[in-house]
């Protein structure tokens, strides 16, 4: 695998075939970075290929981009890129259509310096109650873990899903 299927992962709302062709040419350019310059782009060097895609196209294109990762340069980032194509680093990202519902939540639950597993549950607990408002969120949890050890990546099923309420 490339470096960056190993360190950068994304999430996008909007149009699938947008976000999917988006995430096509980001994935061409950054081949091309490394072969250029014989170095891993950043994660940061990722984020605004992404914006320079969606800001050059806002008119035509349907696409929010959470862009994430880690690198030898800045350890740790995450990116949000809502529609048109402004791109902010941020401690952490919510969006989609069940991201209403939850930045309450996020922001209430949110701390610094987090462990692997507090992250995993602030991440799937967020997502779980996404779900239970938002008619349009999948049935199941993907989530995965970037470090400078790549890409560790989990499914929560639909049936192991945390509850917050009683049944």
Known sequence: KQWYQRRVAITAGGSAADTQAIADYVKFYLDLHENETNEEPSVEIASKMFQLLCYNNR?????SIICAGWDK???GQVYCLPLGGMCVRMPFA????????IYGHCDNTYKEGMSEEECLKFVSDAVALAMHRDGSSGGMIRL???TKDGCKRMNIP??????????
């Open 144 to 146: 995965a873990v970037l």
């Open 73 to 75: 340069v800045k350890g």
């Open 94 to 101: 919510i969006g989609g259509s069940g991201s209403t519902y």
């Open 158 to 167: 639909g049936n192991q899903l945390p509850t917050f309420w009683s049944k």
């Open 59 to 63: 008119d035509h294109l349907s696409a």
